[in-house]
Nanobody, 125 residues
Framework: QVQLVESGGGLVQAGGSLRLSCAAS????????MGWFRQAPGKEREFVSA????????YYADSVKGRFTISRDNAKNTVYLQMNSLKPEDTAVYYC??????????????????WGQGTQVTVSS
């Protein structure tokens, strides 16, 4: 069982930056691929970024490529999402998620079994 707790959301002006954190419980954090997803009002939840268990492989949605960076610190059981050059269209609730142990990284939310409660990111124009 893995519990995920996001933090770091808030209100920021367009062009600004935020860093989201997701702290995970458990002793086998490195065995889980981790992902970030987001859901804007009235829209479906969408993939943002993912990182492999060891942190060597990363993936991004085209909409955030070059602006967001995912990373993880397995010693701290934490995954991060550094968000730069934020745009109003980045406004959403951001969720972190973990796959089953040993699963590959994916942009398909159906591959993720554990989810956090979400953190709100609001970008003003």
């Amino acid at each position: 069982q893995v519990q995920l707790v996001e933090s770091g959301g808030g209100l920021v002006q367009a062009g600004g930056s935020l860093r989201l954190s997701c702290a995970a419980s458990g002793r086998t954090f490195s065995s889980y691929a981790m992902g970030w997803f987001r859901q804007a009002p009235g829209k479906e939840r969408e993939f943002v970024s993912a990182v492999s268990g060891g942190g060597l492989s990363t993936y991004y949605a085209d909409s955030v490529k070059g602006r967001f960076t995912i990373s993880r610190d397995n010693a701290k059981n934490t995954v991060y999402l550094q968000m730069n050059s934020l745009k109003p269209e980045d406004t959403a609730v951001y969720y972190c998620a973990a796959t089953y142990p040993g699963r590959k990284t994916s942009n398909d939310q159906r591959q993720y079994h554990y989810w956090g409660q979400g953190t709100q990111v609001t970008v003003s124009s």
